[in-house]
């Protein structure tokens, strides 16, 4: 079946610094791909998506590219900030399975002043 | 994109009891999907519920335990009957487009906590 599998946080970075997180992602399809970032408190919110093979998404200075070859979307972004504090899901939707998005862990960021 | 409420946002219940979540959403939609998001964990998928038909339950849910109507194309409720502590969770309704390539959204979230 399908799955997502990205890096274990915490993540704990100095504000400007880089980041990635890592996801790789197994689907028997030609899925699109996700990154949902959920705040202290709050509901889930779409960051970025790819719908195919070598889409770049972006979106708030984050990025991730859809490597079909390597079966991976990896979050980037060049220099976090402390409001970038969070829980970031990779995720997953195809045809397969009534449409449904299957979440990765979720990795959890923290971002020091 | 799509605009979600749901109700409450959180309660505190008693074991044994039943509680009802609402989700409404600004505009027709037909597929909806109810998820759980224990603490700490990432979001599991409960059920799917279209409109006009039964809700199709994931591995490891039951209809007597999270029973869920959806009367029309903008409504559907949760209900989780004889609560317990381990049903302590975030519960999450969601919509999504019949593509694939369209994005689920989510409403905010029922914090539900079982004493």
């Known amino acids: 079946g399908n799955s997502v599998t990205q890096m274990e946080g915490p993540v704990t970075l100095s504000e400007e610094a880089f980041l990635t997180i890592n996801c790789t992602y197994t689907a028997t399809g030609y899925p699109s791909l996700f990154w949902y970032v959920q705040y202290p408190g709050e509901g889930l919110q779409l960051l970025l998506k790819?719908?195919?093979?070598?889409d770049k998404g972006s979106n708030k200075g984050f990025e991730a590219t859809y490597r079909k070859e390597t079966t991976s979307f990896h979050l980037e972004k060049g220099s976090v900030q402390v409001s970038d504090s969070a829980v970031y899901f990779c995720a997953l939707r195809d045809g397969t399975g009534g449409f449904k998005t299957i979440f990765g862990a979720g990795t959890r960021l923290f971002v020091k002043a | 994109s799509a605009v979600i409420s749901q109700k409450p946002s959180r309660d505190i219940c008693q074991r044994g009891t039943s509680l009802t979540i609402q989700c409404q959403v600004d505009s027709q939609v037909t597929m909806m999907f109810w998820y759980r998001q224990q603490p700490g964990q990432s979001l599991t998928l409960i059920a799917t519920a279209n409109q006009g038909s039964e809700a199709t339950y994931e591995s490891g849910f039951v209809i007597d335990k999270f029973p869920i109507s959806r009367p029309n194309l903008t409504f559907s409720t949760l209900t989780v009957s004889n609560m317990s502590p381990e049903d302590s969770s975030i519960y999450l309704c969601?919509?999504?487009?019949?593509?694939?390539?369209?994005?689920?959204?989510f409403g905010p979230g029922t914090r539900l906590l079982v004493l």
């Open positions: 969601s919509v999504g487009g019949q593509s694939y390539q369209e994005t689920q959204y």
């Open positions: 790819a719908t195919k093979a070598d």
